[in-house]
């Protein structure tokens, strides 16, 4: 039987052979492959927890080793497969023919506790061909989110070791179930549920534009930013965009479920698929690093973190320009990659990119009955610390004002209920068509966004009048298609046209330095 376990390191890890060899010598236990401190105390562990657990450790020189040599092996996760090969090395588990994986910390009880990364490493050894695992009964429910393995939890080190001896050799085939044990993928299935307990948009009043954009946004997958005075509802609203969105199909929650589990941000009990699209809110304080991911393990940045959901940089203009500079890569690619050395990885990172704005420094620009007391300079130097490629690639820019008085007695007339329904219908058109509309490729985009004679002369002159780049006339034309979309309409008429152009532009109090 080959032991293996799994080293850490970005989305996709590595696979890792544990042997044990005995020899004549002083007797000692040395661990060769590059571990790293908690590796090499699994030494003392892994002996006190043999002695403890009924077994009798060799008096023999004992060599671990972990390949491949090159790679660094972290974290406590080897205890349990370093044991078992030790103990293997004694008496030997037959049917050398089997690859199985073992995870599992060890306490000197021989108590087996459980690990962080379980759905990534059980992930990996399915694709290695390996379908048997055993590993911490806490996290046994996670592992079993992936179809096709045959997993064994084990509470103690003396379980694990009766598991390996017999029940790994048994033929028994899984039952098949879909990863979070359901019968039918939904997405396949072209369904658009929703199960979350977000904060709706019912109690926003005096926003109804805002609003509006909201469910263009959540509809076509569009990046919004939003700016207007401190106090208008601008945070309020944002932070309610998540419960407009339908839940995540079967592979983008198996995805978002392993991100989750590299980072330890899983509930090792629950052995369910994340299935609500995260929602992120970075502090302003983020680094480079803690956005975009990285550190000796390659752990996943806010930007994986938020796959399959939304990124929301509130009082966007104090994050370091050098974020918005990173931002930019995984909003074109959906993905972003962390380099470390020699070693890289590639995480997914298809989110959708919310910002709140303060029109200036003070706040105040553009506000009725209030002063600003900004110099123009510096008003310009609050809106360039956005960068303009990255607001290139925003095609939704709203500007907000505080609530009149009237507006805030009225009913809101908003139900997050209804609008919800909106989205999913807008975006089950958008699945016949194969992807959303904000992520059509250039060469797609005439394609799915014919215009009539017409409605293309609006466009062009719209163009020209707004000065707009390329990638500005093509955010145009899918913001257009996902109105045209929001209204069951097959074509793009002039008014989803006007509408979007409406949303690319900026107010007119507010610094021309972006067009």
């Known amino acids: 039987m080959e032991i293996v376990s799994f080293a850490r390191y970005g989305y996709e890890g590595e696979i890792v052979k544990v042997e044990a ?32 657990s009924g077994f009798e450790f060799p008096r023999d020189r004992v060599l671990i080793n972990l390949s491949p040599a090159s790679l660094k092996k972290e974290g406590s996760s080897f205890d349990l497969p370093i044991a078992l090969a030790v103990l293997g090395a004694i008496g030997g588990y037959g049917n050398s023919g089997m690859r ?27 694709e290695e061909g390996i379908t048997h695992f055993v590993v911490p009964s806490e996290n046994r ?44 993928d939904r997405a396949a299935a072209g369904e658009f549920t929703w199960s979350g307990t977000e ?78 699209p995260p929602f992120r809110e970075p502090a302003q304080n983020a680094s480079v690093e ?16 938020a796959h399959g959901g939304t990124l929301f940089l509130d009082e966007a203009a104090h994050f370091r320009p050098q974020i918005f500079q990173a931002l930019r890569n995984p909003l074109e690619t959906g993905e972003v990659t962390i380099t470390r ?55 939704l820019r709203i500007a907000v004002r505080p609530p009149r008085g009237e507006e805030l007695e009225a009913p809101s007339g908003v139900l997050t209920s209804d609008l919800r329904l909106l989205v999913a219908t807008a975006r089950k058109k958008q699945a016949e068509r194969g992807t959303l509309n904000a992520r059509l490729e250039a060469g797609s985009v005439d394609e799915q966004c014919e215009l009539l004679p017409s409605v293309a002369q609006v466009f062009c002159r719209s163009m020209e009048a707004a000065s707009l780049s390329g990638r ?29 152009v409406q949303y690319r532009r900026w107010h007119a109090l507010l610094p021309d330095i972006f067009n």
């Open 21 to 52: 060899d005995l020899r004549r010598g002083i007797p000692a236990v040395d661990i060769v492959g590059l571990p790293d401190g908690a590796v090499r105390e699994a030494r003392e562990r892994m002996r006190a927890a043999i002695r403890n």
């Open 100 to 126: 199985v994986m073992i995870l599992g910390e060890l306490e000197l009880s021989g108590a087996v506790r459980p690990v962080t990364g379980i759905l990534a490493a059980v992930s990996k050894g399915l």
């Open 141 to 184: 429910r996670e592992a079993e989110l992936r179809a096709g393995a045959r997993v064994f939890g084990v509470t103690t080190l003396r379980e694990a070791i009766h598991i390996v001896e017999h029940e790994t050799h048994r033929t028994e085939t899984t039952d098949g179930r879909k990863p979070d044990g359901s019968t039918q």
């Open 199 to 276: 904060a709706g948009l019912d109690g926003i009043k005096g926003q109804n534009r805002l609003i509006r954009a909201l469910v263009i946004a959540a509809a076509g997958g569009h990046n919004l930013l939003v700016y207007g005075p401190p106090g208008c509802g601008k945070t309020l609203s944002l932070r309610g965009f998540s419960s407009l969105l339908p839940d995540l199909d079967e592979r983008t929650a198996v995805d978002v479920t392993r991100i989750h589990s590299i980072a330890g941000m899983l509930d090792t009990g629950n052995g369910t698929l994340v299935r609500r």
């Open 290 to 305: 803690g956005m975009i991911g990285g550190g000796a393990q390659g752990r996943p940045g806010e930007v994986s973190l």
């Open 341 to 395: 050395a020699q070693r890289s990885s590639t995480y997914p990172a298809r989110f959708q990119l919310l910002m709140a704005v303060n029109p200036c420094p003070c706040g105040n620009a553009g506000c009725e009955g209030r002063v600003c007391t900004c110099a123009p300079d510096m008003v310009e130097r609050h809106w360039k610390r956005l960068t303009a490629p990255l607001v290139d690639r925003i095609d």
């Open 472 to 500: 500005g006339g093509h955010g145009i034309l899918k913001t257009a298609r996902t109105i045209a979309d929001l209204e069951d309409s097959a074509t793009i008429s002039e008014e989803h046209i006007l509408e979007a």
